[in-house]
């Protein structure tokens, strides 16, 4: 957040110093007195209050001039940019495109985008800000955003999880520590989104284990582990003990996250949601405890 509100005094900063380059009106306004310096800083004062709006995390949109310009439309004087996430470079992106856009929030509480009203000027100036959501950003200019990997993501094929259990062969006594595991691996891939390629990081971050018994499914971060005579406590496993004799099918749902980047790949953002893929059960029978006892 502290990123976004250092770029939007920037901004303001920006426009107060050029307000009466880009206004000509102003000097014509003032009470008719001819001086346009209160006109500048009234205006100066209402891009003000409109960043700090911003800063708070709520907005009532981008003011429009009279002939009601949308979103995304050419006005005659200004138009709509996005706002670039760069770390050098100028302000306004030399060839028109942007690969990462700034995030903001927005007045639900989710993330939104940072777009920009630009002066058709020599140099442009900025002249106002906003934050808006996906379907809006999507009428400035095509732009490979979260959402859109997000989708992307999700049709991507990813392999299911073998649960391995421990005792083998499908048995195991009750009250007996039953050691779930599983391998699920990283992966990279690439799709192409709007004339790009974007490059996809992919890993496992969630593990849930389904016991099949009606007990609470175990989440954890990671894929447990075989069993080791040599680490024999059981706070290194992923285990589970059955209580009750009969059939249960347990299995282990994978959930993966992603990170991306378009084009070069110099630039990573994390993927607004995961994939969670579904694992097969595995039959086990869990037998009754019969003691062996030996005659004297």
Same mark, same amino acid.
């Given at each position: @957040?502290?990123?976004?509100? =250092?770029?939007?005094?920037?901004?303001?900063? =920006?426009?107060?110093? &050029?307000?009466?380059?880009?206004?000509?009106? !102003?000097?014509?306004? #003032?009470?008719g007195?001819?001086?346009?310096?209160?006109?500048?800083?009234?205006?100066?004062?209402?891009?003000? =209050? $409109?960043?700090?709006?911003?800063?708070?995390?709520?907005?009532?949109?981008?003011?429009?001039?009279?002939?009601?310009?949308?979103?995304?439309?050419?006005?005659?004087?200004?138009?709509?940019?996005?706002?670039?996430?760069?770390?050098?470079?100028?302000?306004?992106?030399?060839?028109?495109?942007?690969?990462?856009? @700034?995030?903001? /929030? @927005?007045?639900? #509480?989710?993330?939104?985008?940072?777009?920009?009203?630009?002066?058709?000027?020599?140099? /442009?100036?900025?002249?106002? &800000?906003?934050? &808006?959501?996906?379907?809006?950003?999507?009428?400035i200019?095509?732009?490979?955003?979260?959402?859109?990997?997000?989708?992307?993501?999700?049709?991507?094929?990813?392999?299911?999880?073998?649960?391995?259990?421990? *005792?083998?062969?499908?048995k !195991?006594?009750?009250?007996?520590?039953?050691?779930?595991?599983?391998? =699920?691996?990283?992966q990279?891939?690439?799709?192409?989104?709007? #004339?790009?390629?974007?490059?996809?990081?992919?890993? *496992?971050?969630?593990?849930?284990?389904?016991?099949?018994?009606?007990?609470?499914?175990?989440?954890?971060?990671? *894929?447990?582990?075989?069993?080791?005579?040599?680490?024999?406590?059981?706070?290194?496993?992923?285990?589970?003990?059955?209580?009750?004799?009969? !059939?249960v099918?347990?299995?282990?749902?994978?959930?993966?996250?992603?990170?991306?980047?378009? #084009?070069?790949?110099? $630039?990573?953002? *994390?993927?607004?949601?995961?994939?969670? &893929?579904e694992?097969?059960?595995? /039959?086990?029978?869990?037998?009754?405890?019969?003691?062996?006892?030996?005659?004297?």
């Open positions: @957040m502290e990123d976004h509100v =250092a770029l939007l005094q920037r901004l303001t900063i =920006a426009l107060a110093g &050029v307000l009466l380059v880009f206004t000509p009106q !102003a000097a014509l306004a #003032g009470g007195n001819g001086d346009p310096t209160a006109t500048a800083n009234d205006d100066s004062n209402a891009i003000n =209050a $409109h960043v700090g709006e911003h800063e708070s995390g709520h907005s009532n949109g981008p003011e429009h001039s009279s002939d009601d310009q949308t979103v995304g439309q050419t006005p005659a004087l200004s138009h709509y940019e996005l706002v670039c996430q760069i770390v050098k470079g100028p302000l306004h992106h030399p060839d028109g495109t942007c690969s990462v856009v @700034m995030r903001c /929030p @927005m007045p639900d #509480g989710s993330q939104g985008y940072l777009i920009q009203e630009v002066s058709n000027t020599t140099p /442009p100036v900025t002249v106002d &800000v906003d934050c &808006v959501g996906e379907e809006e950003i999507q009428n200019q095509p732009t490979v955003t979260p959402g859109l990997v997000l989708d992307a993501f999700k049709k991507i094929s990813l392999p299911k999880s073998e649960l391995v259990i421990q *005792p083998p062969k499908g !195991a006594p009750v009250n007996f520590n039953v050691i779930y595991s599983t391998i =699920a691996e990283d990279d891939q690439s799709v192409e989104l709007l #004339g790009q390629t974007v490059y996809l990081k992919i890993w *496992p971050s969630v593990y849930t284990w389904h016991t099949g018994d009606g007990s609470e499914d175990i989440v954890t971060d990671w *894929p447990g582990r075989v069993f080791d005579r040599a680490v024999p406590d059981p706070e290194n496993y992923v285990w589970h003990r059955y209580l009750e004799s009969g !059939a099918q347990p299995a282990v749902d994978v959930t993966y996250s992603a990170e991306f980047s378009v #084009g070069d790949q110099s $630039h990573w953002q *994390p993927v607004d949601g995961t994939v969670t &893929v694992g097969d059960p595995s /039959p086990l029978t869990i037998t009754p405890y019969n003691p062996v006892l030996s005659g004297h």
